[in-house]
């Protein structure tokens, strides 16, 4: 449910062109997705932030926060007409007023191989609610990508990678 933790600090990452991906809070006024997400379909180039909101906890067309982007910050290698490459492809939005949620925090290093993950976004199979995997690992780390067997179809772009810690 998009009403317990983790869940509760992702959302939907909407642009005014139509497209739509994951992304998660990772501060009261920051969210994390893929810098991809951001391009427009017509012309590659990246969205005007003012064309860029944040739906928090979306669910069949309700949320419990939305934001306003007023800036965004993609990966210092990022190209837009590449788009790529990978390890370069995320981006983190700026909101214009902070949302009361929970943050998740980053990993200060990346996890070890076979650690279990969880992949969790608003996939295209069915965009209106939040699907998770569950039941994947982390296979490898090349070229700064983490490589993982997690499902994920298109919509899933931006959606975190979970890593159980403790008892969180």
Avoid: K, M, N
Wanted: charged share 20%; glycine share 16%.
């Amino acid at each position: 449910s998009v009403r317990e933790a983790p869940w509760t600090s992702i959302g939907v990452v909407q642009t005014q062109g139509g497209g739509r991906c994951t992304g998660t809070l990772i501060a009261p006024d920051r969210v994390l997705t893929a810098a991809h997400c951001l391009l427009l379909l017509r012309t590659g180039d990246f969205t005007h932030p003012r064309g860029v909101s944040f739906l928090l906890g979306y669910e069949r067309g309700r949320f419990r926060a939305r934001g306003s982007v007023i800036g965004y910050q993609a990966g210092p290698g990022y190209d837009p007409a590449l788009r790529g490459p990978g390890r370069e492809d995320w981006a983190i939005l700026t909101l214009a007023q902070p949302i009361r949620g929970v943050a998740l925090p980053l990993l200060d290093r990346p996890a070890a191989p076979r650690t279990p993950l969880v992949l969790g976004g608003y996939q295209q199979d069915q965009p209106e609610v939040l699907l998770a995997d569950t039941g994947c690992r982390l296979l490898d780390l090349r070229g700064g990508l983490l490589l993982h067997d997690c499902a994920g179809t298109r919509g899933a772009s931006g959606a975190p990678l979970l890593v159980r810690q403790g008892s969180g």
